[in-house]
DNA sequence: ATCCATCATGAACCCTGGTTCACGTTAATG
DNA sequence: CATTAACGTGAACCAGGGTTCATGATGGAT
């Protein structure tokens, strides 16, 4: 019944080295990067590209399905590393500053991913990463250091608007701005009654 | 000398309707709307979007530099209004909720702005904005509500990367966070030393 | 060593979308 | 009213880039 035979060990190759390529070559020069250029920088022919994914779409979509995957493996690291014993707002803020830099390096492949119609992908993966965020946040709740009404969403929400094509010195600086929005000991001053 | 007519009363009506039915169709159909649809939209034809503007770049740059007026607008009406005694704080929270609005709207002008190489435009609108908004954090540092090394770009950094293609609702959480991050009575929890 | 299914190649195809231009219209001037 | 420069029109043009396909190469099973 398996008439499916295992795949050539070159078209492996060649699939991881296409993924790399792309993704590679959408961040440097923008996401209307032609197949031919990420075709030239995989070291294969076009018709290569189209072999192992029918469309542009599809590699994109391929690419940004890694880039998923990569976010909820960061967001589980970090939840275990509670187990160690170290603070949940640090693993929130290492987890934002992780993202956000590999984010940086996807902007542009979240840019084409949208300019192409991005589809469904890797449910799975996402389901993983807000599972983990969500002991993170509820562990700094419970430590006092995060704000009580903040919820996944809202790590979502901020991590997705990101900056991304700024300096590190700028992102560093969004961090630390988006950070104080989080943590506790604060409420809007201008929200309170005039004392 | 002055050999220059008045230009012609419907060439004015006409380049108003480009310009409207530009920001309107690509905020509709996203940054890739052809110049066909925003010619039909404005109920001209192709040609007469390139008399008044010679590529479609300009064109987009055009509808760029409104929005960066209507900025620099909304950012000295609030100042303005600091004389009649409202606090900076207020102000500056209405001026970003005003913006992110504005730019949930422009959203996809910018995208495309960006894939054509947006270029240096009204340099004089931009620093109108930023001279009120100097004014408006001085005002609220000075009130004590806005943290002393918040700055100008970091207001540029935030509304930058304001959702904009979130729900009202996404929006005005985002706006509740970063608020939190910029006035006072907080340092984040995990970077004073254990009390 | 042989064979074949899988895979790679890249020139050619085609369609989308920005841009042009020769020709009709129309608003301003006198 | 006549004249003309400014303006509007839209079919046609052209380049870029995604996609295809006939042909050749190669890894793996016998």
């Known amino acids: ?35 031919d250029e990420i075709a030239a920088a995989a070291g294969v022919a076009v018709g290569t590209l189209y072999r192992h994914f029918p469309t542009k779409t599809d590699l994109v979509a391929a690419v940004v399905a890694e880039y998923i995957t990569h976010v909820a493996e960061a967001a589980e690291g970090s939840r275990e590393r509670l ?5 949940a707002v640090d693993e929130i803020s290492d987890f934002l500053a992780r993202v956000t830099e590999a984010t940086a390096t996807n902007h542009a492949v979240k840019a084409a991913a949208r300019a192409l119609g991005a589809e469904p992908v890797d449910r799975d993966a996402e389901a993983r990463a807000a599972a983990a965020l969500a002991a993170l946040i509820q562990a700094g709740q419970a430590d006092g250091d995060i704000h009580q009404d903040v919820t996944v969403d809202d790590i979502y929400l901020l991590f997705s608007t990101a900056p ?14 988006v950070l104080t929005g989080l943590t506790t000991h604060t409420r809007t001053a201008h929200e309170k009654p005039a004392s």
């Open 83 to 87: 187990a160690s014993g170290s603070r």
């Open 164 to 177: 991304t094509d700024q300096p590190p010195a700028a992102r560093a600086r969004w961090l630390s701005l």
């Open 1 to 35: 019944m398996a008439q499916t035979r295992a795949p050539r060990a070159d078209a492996v190759r060649n699939r991881k080295k296409i993924l790399d390529a792309a993704r590679e070559q959408i961040t440097l020069h923008g996401p209307d990067t032609g197949m």
